[in-house]
């Protein structure tokens, strides 16, 4: 019998939105031969917008009165998720770069270790991702690939989608009728794993590249399963503001402070939270940022922080 009939788990998180760096787990749940595992979190205080609730129907009113502190939840996941890795069961996960960076952010968030940590420093896998193997077997074809369309193409029944238990049951049959329809995927998990991570990379730079005929800044991230945390450096949301206040773009404040692209925009996306709309060269700097004014309207910019910070020569 080929590895892919037999023992794999499938894991799917719902979450308060989309950011991985700060949105919550709201719901999970992890299917393996042994049943369905499933987790609701009372996102630890913090308001489920009315955008994610329309989609996975959640209410803030209701993780709170039935869900368990997240911080136990999200340590209890990681440490199912490894058992399950250690035991030898590849993880079928959807657009795994999301659900498994997301449950990292969570774990760090909380202060238990995360699923890498609990896999003793290993990388995470083997990881069967649908949506990678589908772009890698049928590349050309067009339209959309959320699950519901994958599932809708290769005949899985999807009938309470965006439920983690109902996702993550039809992320595992789409992955089994990919492997029945396209012998080649079916690898050892192993090889198959390292196999995705250059099909994601592949795509990810051929995505960048469409989406910098509109904007030249933009960065798609190569990193699959799992996108590393940002390394800021000691820079703070503050220097980019200021940066953006003197005219700089992105790339331009990551190579003065030596951070990347996505760290730069991370931070703005931090002082958004932290400041809010504020007056002064900060407002400024937040439109800036967010394409609302061009970055010549800046014709008092604030100086640059302590002045510690050199620009980084390639």
């Not at 035991?87 to 952010?105: H, K």
């Not at 990881?127 to 077997?137: C, F, G, S, Y």
Request: proline letters at 7%.
């Amino acid at each position: 019998m080929s590895w892919h009939l037999g023992r794999m788990a499938a894991f799917d998180t719902e979450t308060t939105g989309t950011d991985v760096e700060t949105d919550r787990i709201v719901s999970a749940a992890l299917i393996t031969p042994a049943g369905v595992r499933e987790w609701l979190t009372d996102v630890d205080g913090v308001e489920i917008p009315a955008e994610a609730t329309s989609v996975h129907h959640m209410s803030t009113e209701h993780a709170r009165e039935h869900g368990r502190p997240a911080k136990e939840v999200v340590e209890e996941i990681a440490e199912v998720l490894a058992a399950e890795l250690n035991a030898g069961s590849p993880l079928v996960v959807m657009n795994a770069p999301f659900d498994l960076t997301i449950l990292d952010r969570e774990c760090t968030r909380h202060g238990v270790p995360t699923l890498t940590e609990k896999l003793d420093g290993k990388p995470i896998g083997p990881v069967v991702d649908p949506l990678v193997m589908d772009r890698a077997a049928d590349k050309y074809r067009k339209g959309p690939r959320k699950l519901e369309n994958l599932a809708a193409h290769y005949g899985i029944e999807l009938t309470n989608a965006h439920a983690a238990a109902a996702d993550a049951q039809a992320a595992l049959d789409v992955a089994r009728r990919i492997f029945d329809m396209y012998p080649q995927l079916r690898a050892p998990a192993e090889l198959l794993h390292r196999w995705q991570i250059g099909w994601f990379a592949t795509w990810a730079e051929g995505f960048e590249q469409y989406l910098r005929k509109k904007d030249p800044t933009e960065v798609v991230d190569r990193n699959w399963p799992l996108i590393p945390a940002p390394a800021f450096g000691g820079v703070t949301s503050n220097d980019v503001l200021r940066g953006l206040a003197q005219g700089l773009d992105h790339p331009q404040i990551a190579e003065l402070f030596d951070i990347t692209v996505r760290a730069s925009r991370l931070l703005l996306r931090r002082a958004f939270d932290e400041l809010g709309a504020q007056s002064g060269p900060h407002a400024i700097a937040l439109a800036i940022g967010l394409g609302q004014l061009p970055a010549d309207v800046a014709t008092n910019p604030a100086p640059q922080s302590g002045g510690q910070h050199e620009p980084v020569r390639q």
